[in-house]
């Protein structure tokens, strides 16, 4: 009788383990396959609306970086941080080169986070009368706080 | 005995059809995820497209603006181009040429297909009507040609600010009906003098009205399959700036776009397999 009673212990120990085994594997397979997610493209598609806006007021062709970076912090949303290295070029026209002219940081308030970070690249312009003055390319980091 | 060991088999086979219930939700739930990763990277490859693009599309229309004279807008269902006439050869062309050079040096994979030289052509969506300078940017003439009919009627005013218009009654009495041309001369008003070629009677049609009190505006209307051009010039060459909204009369709810035609941005992030091609959207 004892035995039995040792047999029926192990019985549901190892049907426990095997339960308990599953759910586990379960979780871990759930887990790996949550990353990336819609928030992840809506952080590009932020940054790219803020950029365009920077763009269309002419902000970005100031090239003042706190200029700039103010004029992120008003229409950012709180949550997200943007970081951006813009490089300015100017056309020499003996030569017909773009010859490499300055470089322009604006750093986030936060830190870069160990989450994602969307990424991407844009170009443009700044006009002196009649013709465009120097060519820059833009690219920039963005991230939740 | 024999019960309890049904029994037994019965909760063992019950939990193990639970445990697989449970295995299979989470790798449906994995496979599930997968594809939304693979998705979303798909759309963020375009969403970086689009930032490429977006970029382009506006240093073009900045270089339309400032290097080709002609300031650009799109409001409700007119497109409204703002330029001075007459105001010199532009460097439009070799300043839109610079700027595909420094785009192709340093963005990779991205290409700017320039449609044509030589002076800028718009085309104005949905109805095709192309708004060119026959004498180049800057020139003195500006051309309106309607290349489809799928609009009931488009509508072309064209002011000129301080009164510099002719009173248009007058020039169209001089017209011989039955052509499908019409051109308008806008002049300073210090010659006032006009000129219509071709037998399109634009007075007799009653297409066309001017504001006769300040002389400051033109209103044409060209229904559909009457083919009718437009020149607006500056005959006298002294410069003349003019505001030309175009307004269209189409069935749908359409919303104008003005298009550098043949001109396309091509992005190819093929390590995400994305290639993004978009027209030179200026407005």
Sequence with gaps: MSRKGYVLTLDITIALMIVLGVLFLSAIIINNAQTGTFLEMQQVRLANDIITVLDERGTLQSLNSSLINSTIQEILPSTFDISMTIKTYDYDIGSQNFIYKNRTKVSGVTNETDRFIGQGKRTFVKFSGTGVANYSVLEYNVWVK | ?283
């Design chain 2, 1 to 283: 005995m024999m019960v309890k060991g049904k029994k037994a088999v019965l909760i063992s086979i019950s939990l193990l059809i639970i445990c697989l219930a449970i295995l299979s939700y989470a790798v449906i739930q994995s496979d599930y995820r997968k594809n939304i990763v693979r998705e979303s990277t798909e759309m963020s490859a375009i969403d970086r497209a689009n930032s490429i693009v977006s970029g382009v599309q506006t240093s073009v229309r900045k270089i339309v603006s400032m290097s080709g004279g002609v300031n650009i807008s799109v409001n409700g269902m007119s497109a409204v181009f703002k330029e001075t006439l007459g105001s010199g050869a532009s460097n439009f062309d070799e300043q839109l040429s610079r700027y595909k050079r420094f785009l192709e040096t340093f963005t990779d994979k991205t290409n700017l297909t320039i449609g044509n030289s030589g002076g800028l052509i718009l085309n104005i969506l949905p109805a095709n009507i192309a708004y060119t300078h026959p004498s180049g940017t800057g020139g003195q003439t500006i051309k309106l040609v309607a290349g489809s009919s799928n609009y009931s009627q488009y509508d072309i005013d064209a002011f000129v600010p301080g009164g510099k218009l002719i009173d248009l009654a007058k020039c169209a009495a001089s017209i011989t009906p039955g052509t499908k041309k019409l051109d308008i001369i806008i002049i300073d008003a210090l010659d006032r003098s006009c000129e219509y070629s071709g037998t399109f009677d634009p007075a007799s049609a009653g297409y066309v009205t001017a504001n006769t009190t300040t002389n400051e505006k033109i209103s044409v209307t060209i229904p559909a399959g009457t083919y009718g051009d437009v020149i607006i010039e500056d005959i006298n060459k002294i410069g003349v700036a003019v505001t030309t909204n175009v307004t269209l009369l189409i069935s749908s709810w359409t919303r104008p776009a003005v298009v550098m035609p043949g001109a396309n941005i091509t992005v190819n992030l093929s390590a995400y397999g994305v290639t993004d091609i978009e027209s030179v959207m200026v407005a």
